[in-house]
């Protein structure tokens, strides 16, 4: 049985608020909520290596900074070239929100269960954010540069996810 975190149930549940309230997201839109995800887990990294001092998730966490970190230099120098401003919206504020409340609760934790609360966090954040890339974001996309941005970087994230997935089984989690 899959076992999400709260950010990754909130991720899960602003999705589908989203979709049922305001229908599909525009590109403006995505773009917005993808960058902010990608923000939130940075935030997440930095956390990690704030608190942690285990080697497997200082690991992955510098390897979430670096990658995270060009993947939204990608998407910024996308949308300077584009000339367009990423919308915000109820999803990418609900993430805000959601990613706010599970560092309240990380900063509470030291040793095993705060690498542990963030190795499972980190696993059930990239397996709903993957998801929704794969399934919500890039079937919408119109425009072709956003598309290939979302599919290139789905190929990193969906890495990430084995790296938790490993990550939390090395810590016996």
Known sequence: MKKFTVSALAFAAAISTTAAVAGPMNDLEIAHTAYTAGNLDIRYAH?????????????????????????????????????????????????????????AELMGLSGKK???????????????????????????VTVAPLKELLSNALVTFKLHEGHAENMVKKLSC
């Open 47 to 103: 956390l990690a290596l704030a608190i942690s001092e285990d080697a497997t998730v200082r690991e992955f966490a510098q390897t979430m900074l670096r990658d995270h970190a060009a993947v939204n230099d990608e998407a910024v120098a996308l949308i300077t070239k584009l000339k367009v401003t990423p919308q915000d919206n109820d999803l990418s504020k609900a993430l805000v929100k959601g990613a706010a409340d599970k560092r």
């Open 114 to 140: 705060f690498d542990c609360a963030y190795a499972q966090n980190e696993l059930g954040y990239h397996q709903v954010v993957n998801k929704t890339v794969a399934n919500e974001f890039i079937p919408n």
